[in-house]
């Protein structure tokens, strides 16, 4: 038990140290034709970067966005939303290799999410060029904004794996593709991510559930199966494992309740399993709360009832709540690590339940065998106290 406590705490430790990228950062990267901006920055998805210089005097905008396209054949799309947030809206740059095998960079005014139609936008393009290296779009080009003096946009940005008769076609809907947008102040330099307050919440949502439902519900239930065959440990073991499933079941609510919000603010994309089993979840643990009011006495006739409902609830939970957990991690999609060390950590705990198993099965089996003799004893030598 020491040592499945030690690694446990070891694995949740690294869990949450893990940072979560060590990729290539904006900083690194250099421009052939010894082009400096002013500022960069590291796109919160779909690996982009976007390096810009901002002249207010003239209203000129010179960016560089570098982006890996979907596939080889496809393309890669940075665009101010000068009326929205989104893509509808959008005022978009899109570089692609057209048919003629040159990378080309097109203006298109995104109305609606049909197909694009290139067009003019709401800045003009003074120049613009594309190249690609290393798996990577490069889109350069110089934009003369309409003056108004605001120097905070929206942007969004984008990747799309084919082209067909020069118009891009669409991009996927994965959470990346959804989630690249932000805003920007080109003077200041700061950026924030419309999508990051969005993901931050994600995070935040995993991070309780996966602590609730995966690991907390798990470890209660070990505890109460295997400390209570040691007498020493009664009624330690209940205490504990109530602590624990409540606990859990807090952390659990909490979590629920954020993936219930994130689920009511997606628009158009439903994960449908794993939100159905996350409500079946929250009805489950809360008929296990209940249970602990409804329990009847140890030796009442309909405790075995109680017992078979108790424990069948319990195990539907430990199953659906870690489906749940790697659903999540689909759908998140986060560094891999994040998966690795959670399977590491519900293998550490499995492998702990077997082992336990195991154990309890040899005392339960060494006492049965002890109290067969004892009751021997007890028929031929009448209360002779042979030590356990
Ligand atoms: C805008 O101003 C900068 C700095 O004076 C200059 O380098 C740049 O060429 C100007 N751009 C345009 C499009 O006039
Ligand atoms: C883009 O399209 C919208 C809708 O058709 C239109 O209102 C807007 O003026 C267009 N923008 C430009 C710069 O042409």
Not at 90 to 109: C, E
Not at 341 to 360: H, K
Request: charged residues 15%; contains cysteine.
């Amino acid at each position: 038990m020491a040592f499945s406590v030690h690694a446990i705490a070891l694995l949740l430790v690294t869990f949450f140290l893990i940072s979560p990228s060590n990729s290539a950062t904006c900083n690194s990267q250099t421009f052939t034709n010894k082009k400096l901006y002013t500022f960069c920055n590291d796109l919160p998805s779909l690996n982009s970067f976007l390096h810009w210089t901002y002249e207010p005097a003239n209203s000129t905008l010179s960016v560089a966005f570098i982006a890996p396209p979907a596939s080889p054949d496809g393309w890669i799309s940075w665009a101010i939303n000068p009326t929205g947030t989104g893509m509808v809206g959008a005022q978009a740059l899109i570089a692609f290799r057209n048919s003629k095998g040159a990378m080309t960079v097109k203006t298109y005014n995104i109305t609606s999410y049909g197909p694009v139609m290139e067009s003019r936008v709401w800045y003009d393009v003074k120049e613009s060029s594309a190249e690609t290296s290393g798996g990577m779009i490069r889109l350069f080009a110089t934009l003369v904004l309409p003056a108004n003096g605001k120097t905070m946009v929206n942007h969004v940005w984008q990747v799309g794996s084919s082209v067909t008769k020069g118009v891009p076609n669409k991009h996927g809907f994965q959470p990346e593709n959804l989630n690249s947008k932000g805003s920007l102040d080109l003077f200041e330099g700061k950026s924030a991510g419309i999508g990051e307050s969005r993901s931050k919440k994600k995070n935040i949502h995993g991070i309780l559930n996966a602590l609730s439902w995966g690991i907390m519900f798990p470890l209660g239930i070990i505890l109460a199966r295997y400390l209570r065959m040691f007498p020493s440990a009664d009624p330690a073991w209940f205490y504990l494992h109530v602590f624990c499933q409540v606990s859990a079941y807090v952390i659990g609510v909490a979590g629920w309740g954020t993936g219930i919000k994130l689920g009511s603010e997606s628009e158009g994309i439903q994960y449908t399993y794993h939100r159905n089993i996350g409500i079946s979840l929250f009805a489950l643990a809360t008929v296990q709360i209940f249970a602990l009011f409804l329990r009847p006495g140890k030796d009442h006739k309909y405790r075995i009832f109680w017992n078979i409902y108790h424990h069948g609830i319990g195990y539907t939970i430990l199953v659906l709540g870690i489906i749940n957990v790697f659903k999540g991690l689909d759908i998140l999609n986060p560094e891999q690590q994040w998966r690795t060390a959670y399977t590491i950590l519900i293998l550490i705990l499995g492998g702990n339940a077997l082992l336990l198993e195991v154990i309890t099965w040899i005392i339960v089996v060494r006492r049965k065998s002890i109290k067969s003799k004892r009751t021997y004893y007890d028929h031929s030598s009448h209360g002779s106290h042979e030590p356990l």
